[in-house]
């Protein structure tokens, strides 16, 4: 049995038969992030008993829309939310919008979508913010006098409201964004993080690396390795256009790990011909490069060639 809100809460009621209930207790026991959720639900659940007449909410309005688009975006008014007694409004919500949560701690909220669908989130401020599936992002509730200021754990689209006064300011684990008013995507993944520009100017940098920062516009991509501490920049509108990392040092660095650098660096494996090549030490810094012309330099330093093919790029000595 495929398990949602609407199930969920009919458990609370009373209204499941006895194989149901099974299924449901199951579905609680197989993992901690379903009885998390369960147990949330059930706080909020007893919570809107108490307040019936907090929120109305009109259910066949927002379950037509629901049978419009299966894969319709889901929106959360957060400021609506906070300001009818946060606990209650948080149940009612779910109701419509789905399988996501939502905390409320020392006035700052934390919402995480467990859903496969994009969820829409209005801020405080009306910036809209697209959250992916399995995405968090966290933020004080009505923001603070000079700074709009969230934090992200995965991906999510962007829409900031203008405030020249006020920017808008993104962390992740690795990076930070700073706007005035834009719109783009951005994502943290395993060993990177990508922003991608839709409209405006974004700053983008990774934390503590002020070799590092950059002033992106419509139609730049910026990937910044988390490892290597290098970023990336390219603009997916100029075809011809390929990625060039802002700042990358090597100090007496061997050319076997260089060339792994470079293979993660740039997606596209870069090989020794002679395995004993690698012992080579190379002491460059490229600034707003591309990998051959990354490679150009390192064959001049060292007296190699290489030769390029679709699959690989070949390092071998010198004739």
């Known amino acids: 049995m495929k398990m949602n809100t609407e199930i969920l809460t009919d458990y609370l009621n009373g209204k499941c038969d006895i194989e149901t209930k099974k299924s449901i207790q199951r579905w609680i026991k197989e993992d901690s992030k379903h009885e998390s959720y369960f147990n949330e639900l059930t706080l909020y659940w007893n919570a809107k008993n108490e307040r019936k007449n907090a929120i109305h909410v009109d259910a066949d309005k927002a379950y037509r829309k629901i049978r419009q688009d299966k894969r319709v975006k ?18 009612m919500a779910t109701t419509i919008i789905g ?10 909220t934390l919402i995480t979508n467990w859903e496969e669908v994009d969820q829409e989130i209005i801020l405080p401020d009306d910036s809209k913010v697209l959250l992916a599936g399995g995405s968090s992002i966290e933020f004080h509730n009505n923001f603070s006098k000079k700074v709009r200021a969230v934090r992200l754990a995965g991906e999510a689209f962007f829409d900031i409201e ?44 990774g934390f503590n690396s002020n070799a590092n920062i950059i002033q992106l516009h419509k139609g730049d991509i910026a990937k910044f390795n988390h490892t290597q501490k290098v970023l990336l920049i390219h603009n997916e509108i100029d075809p011809t ?9 090597f100090e007496k660095k061997p050319l076997k790990q260089i060339c792994s650098d470079l293979s993660k660096l740039f997606e596209q494996p ?19 490069e591309g990998l051959e012309s990354i490679l150009h330099s390192m064959c001049f330093s060292l007296d190699l060639d290489f030769d390029i093919t679709e699959k690989q790029i070949l390092l071998k000595a010198r004739n």
């Not at 889901?74 to 149940?91: D, Y």
């Not at 020249?164 to 930070?176: R, V």
């Not at 005035?180 to 700053?203: A, H, P, Y």
Request: hydrophobic letters at 40%; glycine letters at 4%; aromatic letters at 8%.
């Open 162 to 205: 203008r405030n020249p006064e006020k920017p808008f300011i993104i962390s992740t684990n690795f990076t930070q964004t700073r706007v005035l008013g834009t719109s783009f995507w951005l994502s943290e993944i395993e060993d990177r993080t990508i922003i991608k520009v839709k409209s405006g100017v974004v700053e983008f940098k």
């Open 241 to 249: 256009n390929k990625f060039k990392v802002r700042h990358l040092s």
């Open 74 to 91: 889901r929106t959360i008014r957060l400021q609506q939310l906070i300001k009818h007694a946060a606990v209650i409004a948080i149940i």
């Open 270 to 288: 870069v090989l020794l011909e002679d395995p004993t090549l690698g012992k080579r030490l190379l002491t460059a810094t490229f600034e707003n």
């Open 99 to 108: 399988y996501y949560s939502t905390k409320l701690i020392n006035n700052q």
